[in-house]
């Protein structure tokens, strides 16, 4: 499968600063990455759906304006969380959707540790 | 929509002892079913996935899982759990559209 990296693996900000998580698809041309949060204890919850190109779909109840998602290449999707608050802090996942015969299955990256002071 | 639903927040085994984690889903179509295996503060690891054919799935570390499209349910099992195997599990259901939903997760607790 797809082998996916995050950057960095943790963050700690101030609250009201912007801060920018990288996913990167090492080995494989990714036309569609997906953002997930966890809050801790609890399951994924799917946040956007990135698309290399076009604009991001945002699941219901996510801001857009507030966690900006870029996909300018197939290999690289950004977060970047706007005017961070400390109900913001979470594990952020991303990951990749597989191409050809199985492209129902995702690859995950390792996650990005959010702390908001 | 789709949707999954794992009843059992926590399990707690004996080394040694049999496992099984339950997983019902919702969708309206075939679904695309997969079990995750999350380690604290880790990313996830796929255990094994169901798309198509045999209704029992081999996967990694000595898991299986078999579909039972009567019942809905997609449950994970392993024959002699290992006080490795401690983590928290993920069913997931997936759709041609390449979404994906979770359950909440079930936590294991391995006792030696």
């Known amino acids: 499968g797809a082998v996916v990296s995050q950057h960095p693996s943790w963050v700690i900000c101030k609250s009201g600063t912007s801060v920018k998580i990288e996913c990167r698809s090492l080995d494989f041309q990714a036309t569609t990455m997906f953002w997930y949060r966890q809050f801790p204890k609890q399951s994924l919850m799917l946040m956007a759906t990135s698309n290399e190109g076009s604009k991001a779909t945002y699941e219901q109840g996510v801001e857009k304006d507030k966690f900006l998602i870029n996909h300018a290449s197939l290999t690289l999707s950004t977060l970047t969380v706007t005017s961070a608050h400390p109900e913001d802090s979470s594990f952020y996942i991303c990951s990749v959707a597989s191409g050809g015969l199985s492209s129902y299955e995702q690859y995950f990256g390792p996650g990005t540790r959010l702390t908001v002071t | 929509a789709q949707s999954v639903t794992q009843p059992d927040i926590h399990i707690t085994v004996s080394e040694g002892a049999s496992l099984e984690l339950r997983c019902n889903y919702s969708?309206?179509?075939?679904?695309?079913l997969f079990w995750y295996v999350q380690s604290p503060g880790q990313g996830l690891q796929l255990l094994l996935k169901y798309f198509s054919g045999d209704t029992l799935v081999q996967g990694i570390k000595g898991f299986e899982a078999e579909f039972k499209r009567s019942q809905s349910s997609f449950n994970l099992r392993k024959p002699s759990v290992h006080w490795s195997d401690a983590a928290e599990y993920f069913c997931?259901?997936?759709?041609?559209?390449?979404?994906?939903?979770f359950g909440a997760g079930t936590r294991l607790t391995v006792k030696p």
């Open positions: 997931a259901v997936g759709g041609n559209n390449n979404d994906m939903r």
């Open positions: 969708y309206g179509a075939t679904p695309y």
